[in-house]
C-alpha cells in the first residue's frame, strides 16, 4: 500500500470519504448533522471523522461545484495538517439570499490532497529583481 490516507469513524452516523469516479481528484466529504444555513451566514459542521493524511501531503477542503452553483455554498478556512487527529470539521458559508438546508450523510466539501515543502527560511537584505518588481493587485493589467 502506498503512503495511506488514514480515517477514523469518530460518530457513527459518519460516511468514509468517497471518490465520485476513478479520475476525480478530491474526496468527498459528507455532513453528519441536519443543519440550516441562513442567508449570508455561516456555519461549522461536523463531519465525524478524523484523518492523518499522508507523509509530504496537506488536506484542503474545498467546495462542491453543484453546491456552490445551485446554493451558494462555498467552504473556507480549510486546511488539515498531517499532525491534526481531531474532528475534520467543514465551515460553510452560504453566499445566497436564501436558506440553506443540509442533511444528514450530504456530501457537503471535497478534500484535495496536496503535496507539501517546507523549507528553511533564510532572512535575507535584498530579493532579486524581478519585471513585476512590489508591484501589487491589479499591477499586471
Known amino acids: ?43 461549522l459542521i461536523s463531519t465525524g471523522i478524523a484523518m492523518t493524511v499522508p507523509e509530504g501531503t496537506y488536506g484542503q477542503l474545498a467546495p462542491r461545484s453543484g453546491l456552490a452553483v445551485k446554493k451558494g455554498i462555498h467552504v473556507g478556512a480549510g486546511i488539515i495538517d498531517r499532525d491534526y487527529t481531531g474532528e475534520v470539521k467543514v465551515l460553510l458559508m452560504n453566499l445566497s439570499s436564501d436558506p440553506v438546508d443540509i442533511e444528514l450523510n450530504e456530501r457537503i466539501a471535497q478534500l484535495i490532497l496536496k503535496k507539501i515543502e517546507t523549507p528553511e527560511i533564510v532572512e535575507v537584505e535584498e530579493l532579486n529583481d524581478t519585471l513585476r518588481g512590489s508591484g501589487g493587485f491589479g499591477s499586471t493589467g
Open 1 to 43: 500500500m502506498t503512503n495511506p490516507l488514514y480515517i477514523k469513524k469518530l460518530d457513527a452516523n459518519a460516511t468514509l470519504p468517497t471518490r465520485g469516479s476513478s479520475e476525480a481528484a478530491g474526496y468527498d466529504i459528507y455532513s453528519i448533522d441536519n443543519v440550516n444555513i441562513p442567508p449570508f451566514g455561516r456555519k
